[in-house]
T-cell receptor, first 113, second 116 residues
Framework: QKEVEQNSGPLSVPEGAIASLNCTYSDRGSQSFFWYRQYSGKSPELIMF????GDKEDGRFTAQLNKASQYVSLLIRDSQPSDSATYLCAVKPARGGGNKLTFGTGTQLKVEL | DAGVIQSPRHEVTEMGQEVTLRCKPISGHNSLFWYRQTMMRGLELLIYFNNNVPIDDSGMPEDRFSAKMPNASFSTLKIQPSEPRDSAVYFC??????????????FGEGSRLTVL
């Protein structure tokens, strides 16, 4: 089982719709969870992080965390063509695991006009 | 402020040659990470340094790979000898980490390596 799993996609949504991106992780003791966006040919950039169970909202983005189910998701409301990118889920390990982040392979999102 | 600076941006070399990738982290950051990205395996952590000291190199594929951080403003990743399977984009990232606070990773633009 991979440490961080994501559906590779592509996930296609029409402009203005809600895009839902999902991620599961294997280490039950993981502390922190991050969503990075990577445009084609570019480097990853942080969108959001979440530490506690529940929802965290930032503009059009909402991160959701369910530690019992070992599941984290990212919702993008009012999707725009500029949101078309690969979204990487990253997990910080349990205490004592250092400060490294383990990344999923990413989900490609396509927002269509 | 300048971001993380990597060089070269592109490198094409032949199997068996030595490759050196360079990274200048963001000033003031105390942690530096080397990642490798391929289509099949995604972003994989190779090694990370905290205050110039290697903390975890468990991701380094084999002895052909080595990394150094002689000071807070410079790091190198060396592959010797290179092999075609080393072809990938190599990212350097830096962060400020203090206690339980884990700052975001700031990535450089990457070095695309092609080994023929």
């Amino acid at each position: 089982q991979k440490e961080v799993e994501q559906n590779s996609g592509p996930l296609s949504v029409p402009e203005g719709a809600i895009a839902s991106l999902n991620c599961t992780y294997s280490d039950r003791g993981s502390q922190s969870f991050f969503w990075y966006r990577q445009y084609s040919g570019k480097s990853p950039e942080l969108i959001m992080f979440i530490y506690s169970n529940g929802d965290k909202e930032d503009g059009r983005f909402t991160a959701q965390l369910n530690k019992a189910s070992q599941y984290v998701s990212l919702l993008i409301r009012d999707s725009q063509p500029s949101d078309s990118a690969t979204y990487l889920c990253a997990v910080k390990p349990a205490r004592g695991g250092g400060n490294k982040l383990t990344f999923g392979t990413g989900t490609q999102l396509k927002v269509e006009l | 402020d300048a971001g993380v600076i990597q060089s070269p941006r592109h490198e094409v070399t032949e199997m068996g040659q030595e490759v050196t990738l360079r990274c200048k982290p963001i000033s003031g950051h105390n942690s530096l990470f080397w990642y490798r990205q391929t289509m099949m395996r995604g972003l994989e952590l190779l090694i990370y340094f905290n205050n110039n000291v290697p903390i975890d190199d468990s991701g380094m594929p084999e002895d052909r790979f080595s990394a150094k951080m002689p000071n807070a403003s410079f790091s190198t990743l060396k592959i010797q000898p290179s092999e075609p399977r080393d072809s990938a984009v190599y990212f350097c990232a830096s962060s400020f980490i203090a206690g339980a606070y884990t700052g975001e990773l700031f990535f450089g633009e990457g070095s695309r390596l092609t080994v023929l």
